[in-house]
């Protein structure tokens, strides 16, 4: 694609007379509820400016939000793009991930290899965060620039982090983007870019909500708009210093004016309900559990979804004796005050890093002849918990089972942890022998002997010291490993159907622990190497499948299919002669679901030497790896109905929309050899 023609005036707003023509234990364990839901009082309070019937607007071509809509269905109702025609897919444009007014600016400007960005389609126009964390604006039909967001201070703010997607709200002829970027939430119109100078301080408010000399905030995620504010999570380093540290807070700001409307204490504090999961006051110290990945709201009931992730330390919780709410929790929040409604907790004194990694799922189901109005979150340990999402209340039975306790001095493991009777796990589970990769006899011995240095057992087995003897325990094998199971790409639902199709992983991780240097830290014990564990002749130490995606009527609770994704190691030199199957890969990718299809990639490929793999290099897959390839699926069988070879991975999720009465699919890809884009497909 040449590079778009981009007329320099303030704010980037070019082709403008074209869009001005565009118009306590138990209490812990479950769901709590702190006020009665008051839909009567929620449909009066709605407000018909809002961002909201995002779904509707995904139904009607468009392509509302991050996740297509505030409840994060990954789902368009398009079909012109179907079974019988999807071969005939050929590329539309490029995008690059930079606009090149940017690289005029600073022929120097460096920014990630990686993309996890996608944009929203609103009003005939596209928007989505570049390299550097900026709004660009472009024709969704050409790919071709219609505005760039300047930086604060010209070329010195130029410097910045890419972040996952941008927000939209309107009232009006007032339609507004919302972005974060560094420590700042920016309110631009929606038309040219330019800054709200009503909103915060000419046009941002200030995130940097923390004491002075905490952390500099920092996210990655996407702002929710709900009614009328707009709820920021943040990302925290996990790597402690000490077991003191700031918590993750959760702050919410009005769409109008930018001012701060609500906090939530991730972590309650003094007077509040679950500092008795806190023993010895523990809570008053104890730091992070913020919201690093991404929310979702019914902005009918006008509740917030938050999966609240690890507090300090995330591998070892000595000094954090209890339950620990509201680490590893999803909670839901009321919008307007950001007042609890209700919460579970899925992980208990959290020490496998198993944070709730993706946005809650709204769906509404039928369950035993009754029409259920629920959320689902998918975790890393590979579970879907699935909630009346008015209530909190289990859609089925969530057990509390006793699991494996640790020997660290100082730890104190819940001795139970959750475990949903439906669905069934959707990805292996447990470091077990039964478990080990056995293709052959001599891949399988040696896997045993790979495991017989470490610390192996079921899900939520602990982690384990690391012994300073070579041939000692070296830590705790974990599966799911630390980034799933599920993860941030999350899990797309069906409406028409009830079916939720979920990407996984098998990665195995290694948790171990080392004595924590009294002088630089006072943590009794700190997280080792945390590395990825490869299995016998660089093969996975686990059963295939590496990468997978599983279909589950949430009607039912009950699996329908499950395919593996992508090739995987049957290529190998001690598995060619096998003539195996799919074996999957591990990239992590994201779904997306039209009527009839579901698109997915292979996920990202910057763990392979170099970004890609050479054709000549046999594959191995112990790190979690994607590959080229792109997909779809027959969503009913699982078939594969058409494949592409891209340059790179994809690093985002895919989403589509209708322009100019044509079905696009676009998805972002790349890697440390291939500069990243977005890509887009139609027909011709």
Same mark, same amino acid.
């Given at each position: 694609?040449?590079?778009?023609?981009?007329?320099?005036?303030?704010?980037?707003?070019?082709?403008?007379?074209?869009?001005?023509?565009?118009?306590?234990?138990?209490?812990?364990?479950?769901?709590?509820?702190?006020?009665?839901?008051?839909?009567?009082?929620?449909?009066?309070?709605?407000?018909?400016?809002?961002?909201?019937?995002?779904?509707?607007?995904?139904?009607?071509?468009?392509?509302?939000?991050?996740?297509?809509?505030?409840?994060?269905?990954?789902?368009?109702?398009?079909?012109?793009?179907?079974?019988?025609?999807?071969?005939?897919?050929?590329?539309?444009?490029?995008?690059?991930?930079?606009?090149?007014?940017?690289?005029?600016?600073?022929?120097?400007?460096?920014?990630?290899?990686?993309?996890?960005?996608?944009?929203?389609?609103? =009003?005939?126009?596209?928007?989505?965060?570049?390299?550097?964390?900026?709004?660009?604006?472009?024709?969704?039909?050409?790919?071709?620039?219609?505005?760039?967001?300047?930086?604060?201070?010209?070329?010195?703010?130029?410097?910045?982090?890419?972040?996952?997607?941008?927000?939209?709200?309107?009232?009006?002829?007032?339609?507004?983007?919302?972005?974060?970027?560094?420590?700042?939430?920016?309110?631009?119109?929606?038309?040219?870019?330019?800054?709200?100078?009503?909103?915060?301080?000419?046009?941002?408010?200030?995130?940097?909500?923390?004491?002075?000399?905490?952390?500099?905030?920092?996210?990655?995620?996407?702002?929710?708009?709900?009614?009328?504010?707009?709820?920021?999570?943040?990302?925290?380093?996990?790597?402690?210093?000490? +077991?003191?540290?700031?918590?993750?807070?959760?702050?919410?700001?009005?769409?109008?004016?930018?001012?701060?409307?609500?906090?939530?204490?991730?972590?309650?504090?003094?007077?509040?309900?679950?500092?008795?999961?806190?023993?010895?006051?523990?809570?008053?110290?104890?730091?992070?559990?913020?919201?690093?990945?991404?929310?979702?709201?019914?902005?009918?009931?006008?509740?917030?979804?938050?999966?609240?992730?690890?507090?300090?330390?995330?591998?070892?919780?000595?000094?954090?004796?209890? *339950?620990?709410?509201?680490?590893?929790?999803?909670?839901?929040?009321?919008?307007?005050?950001?007042?609890?409604?209700?919460?579970?907790?899925?992980?208990?004194?959290?020490?496998?890093?198993?944070?709730?990694?993706?946005?809650?799922?709204?769906?509404? &189901?039928?369950?035993?002849?009754?029409?259920?109005?629920?959320?689902?979150?998918?975790? +890393?340990?590979?579970?879907?918990?699935?909630?009346?999402?008015?209530?909190?209340?289990?859609?089925?039975?969530?057990?509390?089972?006793?699991?494996?306790?640790?020997?660290?001095?100082?730890?104190?493991?819940?001795?139970?942890?959750?475990?949903?009777?439906?669905?069934?796990?959707?990805?292996?589970?447990?470091?077990?022998?039964?478990?080990?990769?056995?293709?052959?006899?001599?891949?399988?011995?040696?896997?045993?002997?790979?495991? $017989?240095?470490?610390?192996?057992?079921?899900?939520?087995?602990?982690?384990?010291?690391?012994?300073? *003897?070579?041939?000692?325990?070296?830590?705790?094998?974990?599966?799911?490993?630390?980034?799933?199971?599920?993860?941030?790409?999350?899990?797309?639902?069906?409406?028409?159907?009830?079916?939720?199709? &979920?990407?996984?992983?098998?990665?195995?991780?290694?948790?171990?622990?080392?004595?924590?240097?009294?002088?630089?830290?006072?943590?009794?014990?700190? +997280?080792?190497?945390?590395?990825?564990?490869?299995?016998?002749?660089?093969?996975?130490?686990?059963?295939?499948?590496?990468?997978?995606?599983?279909?589950?009527?949430?009607?039912?609770?009950?699996?329908?299919?499950?395919?593996?994704?992508?090739?995987?190691?049957?290529?190998?030199?001690?598995?060619?002669?096998?003539?195996?199957?799919?074996?999957?890969?591990?990239?992590?990718?994201?779904?997306?679901?039209? +009527?009839?299809?579901?698109?997915?990639?292979?996920?990202?490929?910057?763990?392979?030497?170099?970004?890609?793999?050479?054709? *000549?290099?046999?594959?191995?897959?112990?790190?979690? $790896?994607?590959?080229?390839?792109?997909?779809?699926? =027959?969503?009913?069988?699982?078939?594969?109905?058409?494949?592409?070879?891209?340059?790179?991975?994809?690093?985002?999720?895919?989403?589509?929309?209708?322009? *100019?009465?044509?079905?696009?699919?676009?998805?972002?890809?790349?890697?440390?050899?291939?500069?990243?884009?977005?890509?887009?497909?139609?027909?011709?």
């Amino acid at each position: 694609m040449a590079s778009p023609t981009i007329i320099l005036m303030p704010f980037r707003f070019l082709r403008t007379a074209v869009m001005l023509g565009i118009a306590s234990l138990l209490v812990a364990c479950g769901p709590q509820q702190e006020a009665p839901a008051q839909e009567e009082q929620a449909a009066e309070q709605q407000a018909d400016h809002v961002a909201g019937a995002s779904t509707q607007a995904a139904q009607e071509g468009e392509w509302g939000a991050y996740g297509a809509d505030t409840g994060n269905t990954k789902y368009t109702g398009l079909d012109q793009i179907n079974a019988s025609n999807v071969a005939g897919l050929e590329i539309a444009w490029r995008r690059p991930a930079l606009d090149p007014h940017f690289t005029e600016m600073n022929p120097q400007q460096r920014y990630s290899s990686t993309w996890s960005s996608a944009p929203i389609v609103r =009003n005939g126009m596209a928007f989505v965060p570049n390299g550097v964390g900026l709004v660009e604006a472009f024709n969704p039909g050409t790919g071709e620039t219609i505005w760039v967001q300047e930086p604060v201070g010209g070329v010195e703010g130029l410097p910045g982090a890419g972040t996952r997607g941008v927000a939209y709200w309107s009232e009006g002829d007032d339609r507004r983007i919302l972005i974060q970027r560094g420590t700042f939430l920016y309110a631009l119109n929606a038309d040219n870019g330019q800054p709200i100078s009503s909103f915060g301080v000419d046009g941002r408010a200030d995130l940097q909500l923390m004491p002075t000399g905490s952390e500099l905030f920092r996210w990655g995620g996407v702002p929710m708009v709900v009614r009328d504010v707009v709820v920021i999570g943040q990302s925290m380093a996990d790597t402690f210093s000490n +077991k003191e540290a700031f918590r993750g807070d959760v702050h919410a700001f009005d769409v109008r004016t930018g001012e701060l409307r609500w906090t939530y204490n991730t972590i309650p504090q003094e007077g509040q309900f679950g500092t008795a999961t806190w023993q010895d006051r523990s809570w008053a110290f104890t730091g992070h559990a913020p919201v690093w990945s991404l929310f979702s709201a019914d902005e009918e009931l006008g509740l917030v979804y938050m999966p609240i992730t690890s507090s300090t330390n995330d591998m070892y919780g000595g000094h954090r004796i209890g *339950d620990n709410l509201f680490s590893q929790s999803l909670v839901a929040v009321d919008a307007e005050t950001g007042d609890r409604v209700w919460h579970y907790q899925m992980v208990h004194h959290g020490l496998w890093d198993y944070d709730p990694p993706a946005a809650p799922i709204l769906m509404d &189901i039928t369950v035993d002849g009754e029409v259920v109005k629920a959320v689902t979150q998918i975790t +890393k340990q590979a579970f879907a918990f699935v909630f009346n999402r008015e209530t909190g209340e289990p859609i089925w039975e969530i057990e509390e089972r006793p699991v494996a306790q640790s020997d660290v001095p100082g730890e104190v493991t819940s001795p139970t942890q959750p475990f949903p009777t439906k669905p069934a796990a959707f990805d292996r589970q447990g470091a077990t022998i039964d478990n080990l990769i056995d293709f052959t006899p001599e891949l399988r011995a040696e896997a045993l002997e790979i495991v $017989s240095h470490f610390v192996t057992g079921p899900l939520f087995t602990p982690p384990s010291i690391k012994s300073d *003897d070579p041939n000692g325990t070296q830590g705790t094998i974990q599966l799911p490993g630390s980034q799933g199971g599920g993860d941030v790409q999350g899990a797309a639902f069906d409406p028409e159907t009830g079916y939720l199709y &979920i990407p996984s992983i098998t990665s195995p991780f290694v948790a171990d622990l080392l004595p924590g240097d009294p002088e630089i830290t006072n943590l009794r014990y700190v +997280k080792g190497g945390r590395r990825w564990v490869a299995g016998p002749r660089g093969l996975p130490l686990f059963k295939p499948p590496y990468g997978r995606v599983t279909v589950i009527d949430m009607n039912t609770g009950e699996h329908v299919w499950m395919v593996p994704n992508g090739d995987g190691p049957r290529d190998h030199p001690d598995l060619v002669d096998l003539n195996l199957g799919k074996l999957g890969v591990p990239g992590r990718p994201s779904p997306l679901l039209t +009527k009839s299809l579901l698109f997915l990639g292979e996920g990202l490929t910057n763990q392979r030497p170099g970004g890609r793999i050479p054709a *000549d290099m046999p594959v191995q897959i112990a790190t979690n $790896s994607g590959g080229p390839m792109f997909r779809a699926y =027959n969503k009913e069988s699982g078939e594969i109905v058409w494949e592409t070879e891209l340059e790179a991975g994809t690093s985002g999720p895919p989403i589509s929309y209708l322009h *100019d009465g044509k079905q696009y699919v676009v998805v972002a890809i790349g890697d440390r050899l291939y500069s990243p884009e977005l890509v887009a497909f139609k027909l011709p």
